[in-house]
T-cell receptor, first 112, second 116 residues
Framework: AQSVTQLGSHVSVSEGALVLLRCNYS??????LFWYVQYPNQGLQLLLK??????LVKGINGFEAEFKKSETSFHLTKPSAHMSDAAEYFC??????????FGTGTRLKVLA | EAGVAQSPRYKIIEKRQSVAFWCNPI?????LYWYQQILGQGPKLLIQ????????DSQLPKDRFSAERLKGVDSTLKIQPAKLEDSAVYLC??????????????FGPGTRLLVL
């Protein structure tokens, strides 16, 4: 069965520092992978997705993620954190079906 | 374009009462999803509609939860009777069509339910 693991339920970084949010998946077939962001009292907003093709995916707000099949990972990065990046981030996977399996989320805190 | 609309945004009820949530998807989106997001967890799919037909309701607690999308546009999710463990955020999402997992789901702001 497919699953998603997000390491670290809470991550703190200083403003201007590198953001790295980890996501590992379990799948027996090539997955489709997504990162969503959720700001307080709001729904989820798509940051980026990987379906096929280039393994380095660029998204909105300066975020990017790299699909590494050998490591079954899809970590989210941003070179320089901004205060407005403080939110909860969810990794999700599908296996060519409509059903998203979400991770438990990582809450990002940006320190001034 | 207008996003996914949900109402109410917040609801507080006592256990054993009933409650209903409403969702209006993005115009033209054929597929509609209801998710339950318990505090500290990721969203869990409850039910999915393709137009006005149910595609998947395998994780819907059918003894107390029901959902409909009669005209293939907006949808309601009902809980009757509510239990304490139903306290969660209920998210509605929509996508253009049911595709092979590549289709982006667009989420509404959610309804936060507290059952006392």
């Amino acid at each position: 069965a497919q699953s998603v693991t997000q390491l670290g339920s809470h991550v703190s970084v200083s403003e201007g520092a590198l953001v790295l949010l980890r996501c590992n998946y379990s799948s027996s077939v090539p997955p489709y992978l997504f990162w969503y962001v959720q700001y307080p009292n709001q729904g989820l907003q798509l940051l980026l997705k990987y379906t096929t093709g280039a393994t380095l995916v660029k998204g909105i707000n300066g975020f990017e993620a790299e699909f590494k099949k050998s490591e079954t990972s899809f970590h989210l990065t941003k070179p320089s954190a901004h205060m407005s990046d403080a939110a909860e981030y969810f990794c999700a996977v599908t296996l060519g079906t409509y059903k998203y399996i979400f991770g438990t989320g990582t809450r990002l805190k940006v320190l001034a | 374009e207008a996003g996914v609309a949900q109402s109410p945004r917040y609801k507080i009820i006592e256990k054993r009462q009933s409650v209903a949530f409403w969702c209006n998807p993005i115009s033209g989106h054929a597929t509609l999803y209801w998710y339950q997001q318990i505090l500290g967890q990721g969203p869990k799919l409850l039910i999915q509609f393709q137009n006005n037909g149910v595609v998947d309701d395998s994780q819907l607690p059918k003894d107390r939860f029901s959902a409909e999308r009669l005209k293939g546009v907006d949808s309601t999710l009902k809980i009757q009777p509510a239990k304490l463990e139903d306290s969660a955020v209920y998210l509605c999402a929509s996508s253009r069509f049911l595709a092979g997992g590549q289709e982006t789901q667009y989420f509404g702001p959610g309804t936060r339910l507290l059952v006392l």
